[in-house]
């Protein structure tokens, strides 16, 4: 996805991590794009998002930050991003995140290299790796989920029952007579599921109620 990256400098620990993100963000007017979707807490990108007093709206330029979904319901990362968006920040999360974490400048990019035991973060300036981050960034914003600081309204009982046969590959009819419900009914109810999870296939829809819990 990147091409050949070249002035590239590997940053040791987690004090030398947090020092450039700092460096990169505080010198840049620009745009500014973060995302996480690791499996520590501690890690050190999330600890800069996350920061009391940390702003990374900007007078010129928007800044974003995508979060897997799941992570949203972690009162360590709810809460500071519930402040992120008053400062104006926009904020989305997807199911469909890569593993690792990016902070990406106008200037540079700390960003995450290498998966399990072999992840390390690198800070890089190259031009050609910035334009193809750039583009990741705009991706994965696009296909990310809208922020909203209210609680979704969880499914009922035979919502949860239909999602979960959307996931089997039920059709509309099977559904119905397992449930004893109208074909026409359980049209509907699928339809609107599909619409509050955003997704595009009765399969997707399943899979993004498995995501956030609701089955």
Do not use: K
Request: hydrophobic content about 40%; charged content about 25%.
């Amino acid at each position: 996805m990147i091409p050949h990256i070249v002035n590239t400098q590997p940053l040791r620990d987690t004090a030398e991590v947090t020092e450039t993100a700092h460096r990169l963000l505080g010198d840049e007017d620009g745009d500014v794009f973060c995302y996480w979707n690791g499996a520590a807490l501690d890690d050190p990108v999330l600890d800069v998002l996350r920061e009391p007093g940390l702003r990374l709206h900007r007078a010129a330029g928007r800044a974003r930050v995508v979060l897997p979904h799941a992570s949203l319901r972690l009162p360590d990362i709810a809460e500071p991003v519930a402040r992120q968006v008053q400062d104006g920040v926009g904020v989305r999360h997807s199911p469909r995140l890569p593993p690792g974490a990016l902070v990406l400048t106008t200037g540079g990019a700390v960003l995450t290299t290498g998966l399990g035991a072999g992840t390390q973060y690198i800070l890089t300036r190259d031009t050609a790796a910035l334009r193809a981050l750039t583009g990741l960034s705009e991706l994965l914003w696009e296909r990310a989920d809208r922020y909203c600081e209210e609680r979704e309204e969880p499914p009922n009982e035979a919502e949860r029952q239909i999602l979960g046969m959307l996931v089997q590959g039920l059709t509309d009819r099977a559904i119905a007579r397992q449930l004893g419900l109208s074909d026409r009914t359980v049209r509907r109810v699928v339809a609107q599921l599909m619409d509050r999870l955003r997704a595009q296939s009765r399969f997707e829809a399943g899979a993004r109620a498995a995501e956030r819990g609701w089955i």
